[in-house]
Nanobody, 120 residues
Framework: QVQLVESGGGLVQTGGSLRLSCAAS????????MGWYRQAPEKQREFVAR???????NYTDSVKGRFIISKDDATNTVYLQMNSLKPEDTAVYYC??????????????WGQGTQVTVSS
């Protein structure tokens, strides 16, 4: 089983910054990619950013130039530095990690979500 623990959400004013963290633990041999998604009220969950095992990154257009995804392989932690936050960034942010278990089966795990609220 793979567990993800998120932290770092909160309330911030427009233009402010927050840093989200997500630490993965459990029985796995490798991580293929780590990423962040978000879900605003009454909207579907959407992709935000992703970082592969080799360090390649992808972002949704609305956060390019403002958000930075990074990772620490030693601690299996992924970060999302969010700068120049806007009210439309308000959502519950979910961490997603996929890789391979000790059994060599693939896994795709989600964090519990952390609330980010940007006030205008």
């Amino acid at each position: 089983q793979v567990q993800l623990v998120e932290s770092g959400g909160g309330l911030v004013q427009t233009g402010g910054s927050l840093r989200l963290s997500c630490a993965a633990s459990g029985s796995f041999v490798s991580i293929a990619a780590m990423g962040w998604y978000r879900q605003a009220p009454e909207k579907q969950r959407e992709f935000v950013a992703r970082i592969s095992s080799s360090g390649n990154t992808n972002y949704t257009d609305s956060v390019k130039g403002r958000f930075i995804i990074s990772k620490d392989d030693a601690t299996n932690t992924v970060y999302l530095q969010m700068n120049s936050l806007k009210p439309e960034d308000t959502a519950v942010y979910y961490c997603n990690v996929n890789g391979r278990r000790l059994s060599l089966r693939n896994f795709d795990s989600w964090g519990q979500g952390t609330q980010v609220t940007v006030s205008s």
